[in-house]
């Protein structure tokens, strides 16, 4: 079946729209690590919801600072830890070393680059939380498809965008909220089933909370997701003072809704 709809190309052109994959995830590495290493309740309910066994092997792609990857390697056998982000992993080694669990990899390199059975072994299951920031899409999860033994589990955003900004702050910055939009889970879905891959797919409402030491470093989170004229980190530094909840240790809370999209598939579903 020729479909109507090629959402693969649509994803390229959004992804191109955005910049691409251009980030500087070692720049990033510091804030991103300060402002979620502390969600460990909502993580481990995350981790809950993928039905891992203690025998698992487990390729956590776009592993970041370790906020999946030290949690899962107390469950399962071995984890790999994929990113290119020496920033990023320095603080996942640290994790593991701070929980004495040793039964992790690290690979530093990008998904695109990587040689399932060469780079890597194929796994049982692979796991990638908000590390679909590809270009070509199906190529992609062809790849993670021939990566995983038993299951894939994504994890992505539904709505406009992942990072959806409080409509008050907006209206304070006077920006249009439509240009804002970025592929959301659905694409991912569409893109599955042209490749006649049949996922489930979970969606939640989930409450976020980042914590910073700082109003100054929750400025900073923002900046490194965002560009903002002079004149706006003005607003924006005001708004986030106004706005964020006070803790009893001094620092900073801020809370954001959105919805969560879980995607799964087991291989005996595909290739039987």
């Known amino acids: 079946m020729i479909p109507i709809v090629n959402y693969n190309e649509l994803w390229r052109l959004l992804q191109q729209r955005q910049g691409g994959r251009s980030k500087d995830w070692d720049k990033r590495a510091a804030s991103f690590h300060q402002a979620t290493s502390r969600s460990s309740a909502e993580i481990e309910e995350q981790i809950d919801a993928l039905n891992l066994l203690p025998t698992?092997?487990?390729l956590d792609m776009g592993a970041g600072t370790g906020r999946f990857a030290v949690?899962?390697?107390?469950?399962?056998s071995h984890v790999t830890a994929l990113d290119p982000s020496t920033g990023m992993l320095a603080y996942l080694e640290e994790?593991?070393?701070?929980?004495?669990?040793?039964n992790y990899s690290v690979v530093r390199k990008r998904w695109e680059d990587v040689v399932v059975g060469q780079d890597i072994p194929v796994h049982d299951v692979v796991f990638a939380s908000?590390?679909?920031g590809f270009e070509d899409l199906a190529t992609?999860?062809?790849k993670i498809n021939a990566a995983a033994r038993r299951a894939v589990h994504i994890l992505w955003f539904a709505g406009e965008t992942r990072h959806p900004m409080d409509a008050e702050l907006l209206c304070r910055l006077?920006?249009?909220?439509?240009?804002?939009?970025?592929p959301d889970y659905l694409y991912i879905v569409n893109i599955l089933h042209a490749m006649g891959i049949y996922a489930d797919v979970s969606i939640k409402k989930v409450l976020s909370r980042r914590i910073y030491d700082t109003v100054d470093d929750a400025v900073v989170w923002m900046l490194e997701r965002d560009d903002f004229s002079s004149e706006e980190v003005v607003i924006l530094r005001t708004y986030l003072a106004e706005t964020m909840e006070p803790k009893d240790d001094g620092r900073f809370a801020d809370y954001r809704t959105g919805w969560r999209a879980h995607i799964w598939w087991e291989k005996e579903d595909v290739d039987g």
């Open 56 to 58: 698992d092997t487990v």
């Open 71 to 76: 949690p899962m390697a107390r469950r399962v």
């Open 95 to 102: 994790g593991m070393a701070q929980a004495g669990l040793s």
């Open 130 to 132: 908000n590390s679909l």
């Open 140 to 142: 992609e999860l062809e």
């Open 174 to 182: 006077g920006r249009d909220r439509e240009a804002r939009f970025s």
